[in-house]
């Protein structure tokens, strides 16, 4: 079973060409399968209503930084037979758990994936290339990253088996129209989440308590691919091994076939070279050829053509000893073949061993396999808990930057009043430099008072004898003086 994703990050410029099609990647294996894309409404426009709204709630400007952050998106893995009434009704869920998850853009991807092939997987762009409507693979396994003039050898895609990634891309933002706020999530919240996307899909949630490895999807996808390198360099030598030992089996074969017992001279040397290779060579095709329990097959076909062969060779050899003795000769003119024939028991006895041995390796090589795809499994649930500690730390990042966006914001306000307190300042000091002007006219004024007082006093009266007016009494206005601080 497939297991359940979640990763939320900020959507991207360019993610909607890709989930339209509209930029249409190389790494697709099936062009003719059937997508899905929906825009509900643009990025632009939610942005501009969600500023609106958050301006007509807060009473003030959202903050530069919080825009970016407002969509976002994710990948969610999916069922063969699932469609986008399924995902829209996991988002309504999600909202009236969790608030937010109001989904701006949907698409369903049909056409990704990869090819398998004699448990090889094949990446399109990494290990596999289509080039004019034919495919390629590199004849050079050494090249860790091929461009398009490494992949030389074409091959018939029919003989690889797609294995299709059914995903959705969903963009969507966590703001509240009805609010004003954005909906914010904790670490065990986002872990619950996986787990009601994970339910609600019929896909697998089941995160590793191991947390210390910590790899990216790039980081496994190369590794799964030098395995898959090792395995093609394995096969490309154990083919070529085989090739030639199936050759060397046919032409002690043939040798073996084209020699006729009946004409054996006795008095010359028995060919014990000729059995003992025939004999040496099978043996060791069938031990280099044992590499998976696929091949247990082909060895018992093997030794039992073998030991059907060596059967017809015994009843050769009684043939030939009954022949041996009508003819009158005396055992020891026929004792080089009684050797031959106890040799062949031992040959016998050898190959029924080395097949139990090789069997033991079969099963040793079985369960080294069974632990590697338990590590493989392992490293998959690395990468999901990886993916949850990023969601984690995406949303305290989210929080950490909503308080610098208010402590900007106050900052901002500061410095307003202080601006206006400067400008108060100012005002004053102008009004202060007026006021001091006013004194130095009244000063003047009030000296030009005293000096008329004093002609007055000289004369004898404080009356102006021309006009008989009193002359002003300047009290009050020392006092007035007196009372103002500069």
Sequence with gaps: MRKGTFSVENAKTHSSKHNSRELQPKYLIDSSKENYYELIISDDKFIAQAQKRYKEIVKQNMQKKQIPALIKETVLTIQEHQNENDIKSLFKKLNEEFGGHHLTELSIHRDEGYFLKDDIAYYPTKNILN????????????????????????????????????????????????????????????????????DYLGLDYNPSVDRFVKKSVN?????????????EKTQQLHKQKKEQEELELSNTQSSFNSTNLNDFNINNTFNKKLFSNMVWTTTRHIKKTIKTSSNISFLENINQKQQARIKDLKQEVKALREELKNTGLKR??????????????????????????????????????????????????????????????????????????KLVQENENYENIVKELKEKSKAYYGLNESLKLQVNTLKMKINSIERQQTRGVKNGSYFNKEHLEPIPDTSHLKKKLKSKKY
């Design 219 to 231: 980081q496994i996808k190369d590794e799964h691919l030098a395995i898959a390198r090792e395995k």
């Design 332 to 405: 020891e003119d026929f004792k080089e073949v009684e050797d031959k024939n106890k040799e062949l028991h031992k040959l016998i006895k050898n190959k029924d061993l080395s097949l139990s041995d090789l069997k033991n390796e079969i099963q040793n090589l079985k369960d080294k396999l069974q632990k590697k795809e338990e590590s493989e499994s392992n490293l998959q649930a690395y990468n999901t808990n990886l993916n949850k500690d990023i969601e984690a730390l995406q949303e305290i990042n989210e929080d950490l930057r909503d308080n610098i966006n």
């Design 131 to 198: 080039k004019n409507g034919n495919w390629y693979i590199c004849s050079n396994t050494d090249i860790t990253k091929p461009k398009k003039e490494d992949f030389d050898t074409k091959v018939n895609i029919n003989d690889f088996e797609k294995v299709f990634n059914y995903h959705a891309h969903a963009k969507f933002s966590m703001f509240d129209m009805n609010t004003g706020k954005t909906a914010r999530m904790h670490k065990s919240q986002m872990s619950k989440r996986i787990k009601l996307v994970s």
